[in-house]
């Protein structure tokens, strides 16, 4: 919009209703690491990270290795007994 | 150091990740170990057979003329079932096979491009124009199965289909020409 079109009163108003906008939008931001100084100390548990570094393999591990045992089991189901018990073809 | 228990992690991920491919490895071989040695010991594989016929005449004499259309049984016992596949039929519509016996499918077509599988069986292969389809099956169950092209072939495609009429080995009895058809059964 064009403020200098207006006249003085609105001219103050709509920015004044700007401003209460922007400061508004603005505060529903979250802070952001990215706007540290990059020299800010990381403040992390050693020892909560250990613990994190030890389990996730094992998770990720359980969950991959569950999803491959049920593909696995289905084609084995399929070829064993769908496919083999209908006979030989060639 | 700081790093150090950072390489610590590295070198546990690292583990996990070869132990991962390990075991992928060994399912993937055990996969094709099992399906090599079922295909070997089984003679199962793809259907493959590279055999030209001439389209246009195979109707008028040889192999695929009308009168030895359906299934035979040779002097040494070998039972072959021979189809024409066309627009929009399988001819003979019903052929009668042994259960448990080495059956030799073949089928030709002289129009156009047609597929057939059999229900509840293994059979399942494409008809070419210019070419003898044959598949090499045994039927392990008796009861008629459905025989339908699954290869589009025209309007009608959804009216192309035959039956294939399993009997146990003591009902099928060849009549003296070798020559076994649904209606003796």
């Known amino acids: 919009m064009v403020l200098g079109s207006l006249n003085v009163p609105v001219q103050n108003g709509l920015q004044k209703a700007y401003e209460r906008g922007a400061s508004a939008v603005n505060s529903t931001i979250p802070p952001s690491a990215a706007d540290l100084p990059p020299e800010s100390i990381d403040n992390v548990d050693e020892a909560a990270l250990a613990e994190v570094m030890r389990v996730t393999p094992l998770g990720a591990g359980i969950v991959a290795g569950t999803a491959v045992a049920l593909l696995v089991a289905g084609f084995l189901a399929m070829y064993l007994l769908v496919f083999l018990p209908r006979g030989t073809v060639g | ?185």
């Open chain 2, 1 to 185: 150091m700081t790093d150090r228990p950072v390489e610590a992690h590295e070198r546990r991920i690292l583990g996990t990740e070869l132990l991962w491919a390990f075991g992928v490895g060994v399912l993937i071989a055990a996969t094709l170990s099992l399906i090599v040695f079922t295909a070997l010991s089984r003679d199962i594989n793809p259907p493959s057979n590279v055999e030209r016929i001439d389209p246009k005449t195979l109707h008028l004499s040889g192999e695929f003329a009308e009168h030895n259309l359906g299934t035979t049984v040779g002097p040494d016992g070998r039972v072959t079932a021979r189809f024409i596949a066309t627009q929009f039929m399988f001819v003979p519509r019903c052929v009668a096979v042994p259960q448990g016996r080495p059956v030799t499918l073949r089928f030709a077509a002289p129009d156009v491009l047609h597929g057939l599988l059999i229900t509840g069986t293994n059979v399942n292969t494409m008809v070419v124009p210019g070419f003898v389809a044959q598949v090499h099956t045994e039927f392990t169950r008796t009861g008629d199965l459905l025989m339908p092209c699954h290869e589009y072939c025209g309007l009608g495609h959804s009216e192309m289909w035959a039956t294939v009429q399993v009997v146990p080995d003591s009902q099928f009895k060849p009549g003296p020409d070798g020559r076994v058809s649904c209606a003796q059964r």
